[in-house]
C-alpha cells in the first residue's frame, strides 16, 4: 500500500499560480509513474500531468504550456506546477501512483493503483 499525501491547493483569481505537492509516504516518488487528475464536481476524473520512471512527460491539451509536472528528489515530492490558472481548471486535484513496471506517462485513471485524498483548487474569475 502507498499512501499519498497532497498538499497547495487554495484559491487564486484566474491567471494567478499554484503549486500542488504530493509524497508518497515511506516509498520513493521516482519508482512510480505518477499523475494529476482532477475531478471537477459533475464531471469525470481525467488526467492532466503524468511523469514515468524514465522522466517522459504526457500533458492533457487543456493544460500544456500552463502546468508543469515534475519531481524534487530531494524532498521525495512530485510537483505540480500551475500557471495561468482559468475557472475551467476549478475542481479537487488528486495524485496518483502507478508502480514499476508501466509503458510510458499515462492519463488514464485505470492505469492508477493508488491515490491520494486531494487538495481542492479554486480559480475565480
Known amino acids: 500500500q502507498v499512501y499519498l499525501v497532497e498538499s497547495g491547493g487554495g484559491s487564486v483569481q484566474a491567471g494567478g499560480s499554484l503549486i500542488l505537492s504530493c509524497t508518497p509516504l515511506?516509498?520513493?516518488?521516482?519508482?512510480?509513474?505518477m499523475a494529476w487528475f482532477p475531478h471537477p464536481p459533475g464531471q469525470v476524473r481525467e488526467g492532466v500531468a503524468s511523469?514515468?520512471?524514465?522522466?517522459?512527460?504526457r500533458y492533457a491539451d487543456s493544460v500544456k504550456g500552463r502546468f508543469t509536472i515534475s519531481e524534487d528528489m530531494t524532498e521525495n515530492t512530485l510537483i505540480l506546477q500551475m500557471n495561468v490558472l482559468k475557472p475551467e481548471d476549478t475542481a479537487m486535484y488528486y495524485c496518483?501512483?502507478?508502480?514499476?513496471?508501466?509503458?510510458?506517462?499515462?492519463?488514464?485513471?485505470?492505469?492508477?493503483?493508488?491515490w491520494g485524498q486531494g487538495t481542492q483548487v479554486t480559480v475565480s474569475s
Open positions: 496518483a501512483a502507478r508502480p514499476w513496471p508501466s509503458p510510458g506517462p499515462t492519463l488514464s485513471e485505470y492505469d492508477y493503483t493508488y
Open positions: 515511506h516509498h520513493t516518488v521516482s519508482s512510480y509513474t
Open positions: 511523469l514515468h520512471t524514465t522522466g517522459s512527460m
